[in-house]
């Protein structure tokens, strides 16, 4: 009796190891999507790191491609995008208006800056992501150093200052369009949602963290969006 339970036990850890390094959650898997295996051109992208030995998944577990003005993403596991021409150095602004036209339920999405080595273990950026089902913010920054293997958080998943900064889900359908914006000044880095400054962080609160570098989109787990706008300005 006693080796049948621990046989169905290791059974059980088994299946669900998987789950786990596609960075789902018991409850809240990650949905499968076939994708082209392609991104539209000068676009590059890398899945959030896998737990433990797994491999990182296949190309073909996301879907992103370029639709009318904007693009389409729909995921699979997370990840980051980016276009290798969109530097920001200086003072610049990254921007994007993301339309949903259903609720992602407690997923978040949003845009990065100062990004460096993303293709390697020395990946690093600073990133706001939002949550419409919930309306909290949450700015941080994430790297694979190995003395810092979770995010270093900024401002905690909270609701944005002003509260109505950001578009909550509608209550009907579920649908949301909200624009970010990161705007980094000469000592100050903002933070704004559809127009509206949710934080200011002082750059030596960055925690040597570099604004200068790849800028781009962070898209979490099982993600149906249309992102429109995305626009990198001087100044």
Request: proline fraction near 6%; aromatic fraction near 8%; charged fraction near 15%.
């Amino acid at each position: 009796m006693y080796r049948s339970t621990m046989q169905f036990a290791l059974i059980a850890l088994v299946a669900a190891a998987p789950l786990a390094a596609q960075g789902g959650r018991m409850g809240d898997p990650t949905m499968a999507v076939t994708g082209s295996g392609k991104l539209p051109d000068g676009w590059m992208m890398r899945f959030d790191p896998t737990r433990g030995a797994a491999p990182a998944p296949a190309m073909t577990a996301i879907s992103f491609e370029t639709m009318g003005s904007g693009y389409h993403v729909k995921s699979g596991p997370a990840a980051i995008y980016y276009n290798t021409k969109d530097i920001g150095t200086g003072q610049y602004s990254i921007s994007a208006t993301f339309h949903q036209a259903k609720s992602m339920n407690a997923e978040a999405f949003g845009i990065f800056i100062g990004g460096t080595g993303l293709q390697d273990s020395t990946h690093s950026y600073i990133y706001m992501a939002i949550k419409p089902s919930t309306g909290v913010l949450l700015i941080a920054r994430r790297t694979q150093y190995a003395a810092s293997p979770r995010p270093t958080v900024f401002v905690p998943e909270t609701p944005a200052t002003p509260e109505a900064a950001i578009n909550r889900d509608s209550p009907t359908d579920g649908s949301a369009t909200n624009t970010l914006m990161i705007h980094v000044a000469k000592d100050t880095v903002h933070f704004m949602v559809n127009g509206k400054l949710v934080k200011a962080i002082a750059k030596s609160d960055l925690g040597g963290a570099m604004t200068d570098g790849q800028v781009g989109l962070r898209i979490n787990h099982n993600m149906d969006l249309h992102i429109d706008g995305y626009a990198l300005k001087k100044g």
